[in-house]
C-alpha cells in the first residue's frame, strides 16, 4: 500500500531541493560585500523620490474591475456555450442572470469614467 505513495514522496522531495537548493547555495557561496550603493533604493533606474506608500488614483482600482468583470465573463461564456444544449433553459437562465450582474458593474464603471482616458 505505502509503494503506490512512494513515487508522490519521491516527486515531492525532488520540487522541495529544485526549489531551496539554488537559493541555499546563493545564499551560502555569494559574495557578501554591501556598501551604501548596493542597499539604496532603485527604482526603474532612477532614485526613489516619492513615499513608498502613496495613494493610488481610483480610476487604477476601476480598470482593474473593469478587468475582472471582462475576465470573468469569458472564462464562464466559453464552458457555458459549448455545453449549452445539455444545460438546457435552466444553465441559459443562469447564464442570463449572470451576465446581467456583470453589466450592473460595468455600466457603474462607466459612470465613473473608468472607460475615459486623458
Known amino acids: 500500500m505505502l ?30 560585500n554591501p556598501d551604501a550603493e548596493k542597499l539604496s533604493p532603485y527604482e526603474c533606474g532612477f532614485e ?6 502613496m495613494k493610488f488614483d481610483v480610476r487604477y482600482y476601476l ?16 464552458p457555458w456555450a459549448i455545453v449549452l444544449e445539455d444545460i438546457g433553459l435552466f444553465g441559459f437562465v443562469a447564464m442570463v442572470v449572470f451576465l446581467c450582474i456583470l453589466v450592473v458593474g460595468f455600466i457603474y464603471e462607466w459612470k465613473k469614467g473608468a472607460l475615459e482616458w486623458e
Open 63 to 78: 480598470v482593474a474591475i473593469l478587468f475582472i468583470i471582462f475576465d470573468l465573463e469569458i472564462a464562464f461564456l466559453f
Open 3 to 32: 509503494n503506490n505513495y512512494l513515487p508522490v514522496l519521491i516527486f515531492i522531495v525532488v520540487g522541495i531541493l529544485v526549489g531551496v537548493l539554488p537559493i541555499a547555495i546563493g545564499f551560502l557561496l555569494g559574495p557578501r
Open 48 to 53: 526613489a523620490f516619492e513615499d513608498s506608500r
